[in-house]
């Protein structure tokens, strides 16, 4: 149970590590152009990524159940410009009925 402790604890002196690095090497610096751009696009295409293996990932196969329409209903609820707290009670609703119905 010691070895485990000591896994966590160096797991987690490596993480501060890394993420303190930018703050420590780049300062106050601006980014170059190219870096900026490609910082820029990581997030939604990491975040779309997430979204899209948590909807449709299954044990190695695609699956399509209740969670799609929910994906579908936010999908519309943006598109319609509604608040991010609208957005999620619709996508939680259309999820329900979905499961209820099915």
Do not use: C, H, Y
Not at 55 to 79: C, Q, S, T, W, Y
């Amino acid at each position: 149970m010691r070895n485990f402790w000591i896994v966590v604890a160096v797991v987690g002196a490596a993480t501060v590590a890394l993420k303190s690095a930018g703050p420590v090497f780049l300062g106050g610096r601006e980014l170059p152009a190219l870096a900026l751009r490609v910082v820029e696009l990581l997030a939604p295409a990491l975040l779309a990524a997430l979204v899209a293996v948590q909807i449709f990932g299954g044990d190695r196969e695609l699956v399509l159940d209740a969670r799609v329409p929910g994906l579908l209903a936010a999908a519309l609820a943006l598109l319609a410009r509604a608040p991010i707290v609208v957005v999620v009670l619709v996508a939680a609703a259309a999820t329900a009925l979905a499961r209820a119905l099915g």
